[in-house]
């Protein structure tokens, strides 16, 4: 099993983080953090690296159900999606798959809840 859902889409960067975070709406999720990785690394220690975005997604909703469910499941939220450059106009996004994660927790309803989630973050990447 995986740990990630992810596509290859003919966006460049900018353009694909604006359909992500429109695409993560449509399913209820809003952007609570945005991290330009290759920025901070520049800054934080010198080094290029290509165009990488974290994107911390959350849908409110199901994060009350996994953390009514689970109070430490807290530790696993928001849901990062990625976004980096692959090529002149093309980005790659990747979700995480919480069905993934979620399988350190020894709680089947929390299981349920993740598969869910996992629902809406395939429709987001399938979306683009």
């Known amino acids: 099993m995986s740990y990630y859902i992810a596509k290859t889409i003919d966006l460049p960067m900018d353009a694909a983080i604006d359909a992500v975070t429109e695409a993560l709406k449509t399913e209820g999720f809003g952007v609570l953090t945005r991290i330009d990785i290759a920025a901070t690394l520049k800054e934080k220690i010198g080094v290029d690296f290509h165009p990488y975005t974290i994107l911390g997604a959350c849908n409110p ?3 009350h159900e996994a ?3 689970e109070d430490k499941a807290g530790l696993m939220l928001p849901c ?3 976004v980096q450059e692959t090529g002149e106009g093309h980005s790659e996004v990747a979700a995480i798959d919480p069905v993934a994660s979620m399988k350190a927790i020894d709680n089947p309803a929390l299981h349920s809840a ?3 989630v996992r629902q809406k973050l395939t429709r987001v990447i399938e979306a683009l």
């Open 80 to 82: 990062n999606v990625v």
């Open 114 to 116: 993740a598969a869910e």
């Open 61 to 63: 909703k199901l994060a």
């Open 67 to 69: 953390l009514e469910l």
